[in-house]
């Protein structure tokens, strides 16, 4: 998950977990609401566990929303029972806007799609990370 003020975007893997698709975003608001619809997507998905960025700046220390992100995290454990994984997200939305801009789509599509993608990447950067270190 990419989590952004207005939306989270949202990524899975497939059942090997060495791919990462993307699957779209969810709105942040209302917010009272988040956790419950979050623990339904995962049901639904069928997730054992949740990868969520990590918003730091480039020194490693947290960034602006590192706090937000942290609660959301510790609410998802306590509501799913599952494991969240804090997962450094630097640089992801710059390389989201990157490629979307390198696609060569209009600038509202990429602004719907620039937090999907920063998703996958979180993703299957936690996943190549796994992958190394079997």
């Known amino acids: 998950m990419d989590y952004g003020e207005r939306r989270i975007g949202l990524a899975v893997s497939d059942p090997t977990g060495t791919f990462a698709s993307p699957i ?14 979050l623990h339904a997507l995962c049901k639904e998905r ?3 566990s949740i990868v969520l960025g990590l918003p ?5 220390k947290d960034g602006t929303h590192a706090a ?3 609660q959301l995290a510790e609410e998802l ?8 994984i804090l ?3 630097r640089l992801t939305t ?8 390198e696609a060569d789509l209009r600038r ?15 993703l299957q950067n936690h996943l190549d990370g796994l992958a190394i270190n079997q």
């Open 94 to 101: 710059v390389s989201a806007e990157k490629a979307l801009l």
């Open 77 to 84: 454990r306590t509501a799913t029972g599952f494991t969240v």
């Open 56 to 60: 730091l700046h480039m020194s490693g």
């Open 46 to 48: 069928d997730v054992s």
């Open 68 to 70: 937000v992100v942290r």
């Open 24 to 37: 779209g975003f969810m709105e942040n608001r209302p917010r009272e609401t988040l956790v419950s619809r």
């Open 108 to 122: 509202d599509r990429r602004r719907v799609l620039r937090d999907t993608v920063a998703a996958q990447m979180i």
């Open 87 to 89: 997962q450094d997200e």
